[in-house]
């Protein structure tokens, strides 16, 4: 075996390129002030986890949401542009009353704008993901398309006025599980509003056919992602709601 001395020339040989690392050390301190945030975060629902409605602090921004949490990829996680957000939060506001039961199925940042922009007692998120747990434990729901009737979710049994879904993949067997949920969880005259790629829009006109699930009708709505090119749109079951528009 050599017992040679790395010379000068290996060295140069195994240095970086200094824009390569420039975008390795940006990367690693993003991901320590993700670490960060999101632990700050995990210790504050820790100390309010028993405490009352009225203890509930203010929602945090879409900017810092985004700060805190990474999308996960393998989840098939986008998140929407605040823009966007903040905007489709503003409408789904109108469509509210103090009372209103709505429920965010698999669309976390839709969740957050929603409830930065004002505070709704009755909002739920249902999601896979149990980070989000984290930012407001007495509203999350854990959520496992692959168990679409499990015990957590049937306590939204016929219960919800308003659901706002974003299936995560792009096919029709992730929609068929949210279509058996949507049909246990929501009352006769609820209103749905489904955020997805035109790709599926045949397995939408399909299985979300009839009440209380449809028939969908395209809105005005554009869907915006950070970082997701795919063509989205937005469907909506209720009369006149092909008119729904939330532009800048």
Not at 100 to 108: D, K
Not at 140 to 152: G, W
Not at 215 to 223: A, D, F, G, Q, S
């Amino acid at each position: 075996m050599s017992d040679r001395a790395p010379s000068p020339a290996d060295n140069d040989d195994l240095a970086l390129d200094p824009n390569t690392l420039a975008l390795l050390n940006d990367f690693i301190h993003t991901k320590t002030e993700q670490e960060r945030l999101f632990n700050q975060l995990a210790e504050s629902a820790s100390a309010r986890v028993a405490g009352d409605d009225s203890d509930e602090p203010p929602m945090m921004s879409v900017d810092d949401y985004r700060a805190a949490f990474a999308e996960d990829w393998q989840l098939s996680q986008f998140w929407y542009t605040t823009p966007f957000a903040d905007r489709f939060a503003a409408l789904l506001h109108t469509l509210c009353k103090p009372d209103t039961t709505i429920a965010f199925m698999c669309c976390p940042t839709a969740f957050v704008a929603f409830q930065h922009h004002k505070l709704l007692k009755n909002a739920k998120l249902l999601e896979v993901d149990g980070r989000f747990a984290v930012l407001t434990p007495k509203h999350y729901i854990p959520y496992d398309m692959e168990e679409p009737t499990a015990a957590p979710v049937m306590q939204l049994a016929n219960a919800v006025d308003i659901a706002v879904v974003d299936p995560p993949f792009l096919n029709e067997y992730t929609n068929q599980h949210v279509v058996t949920t949507l049909k246990q969880i929501l009352r006769p005259n609820a209103k749905l509003i489904v955020l997805t790629s035109t790709s599926v829009e045949a397995i939408l006109e399909r299985l979300y056919d009839a009440p209380p699930l449809g028939p969908l009708r395209r809105t005005k709505i554009e869907v915006l992602h950070g970082q997701l090119r795919n063509d989205f749109g937005c469907w909506a079951n209720w009369e006149g709601s092909e008119e729904l528009e939330c532009s800048a």
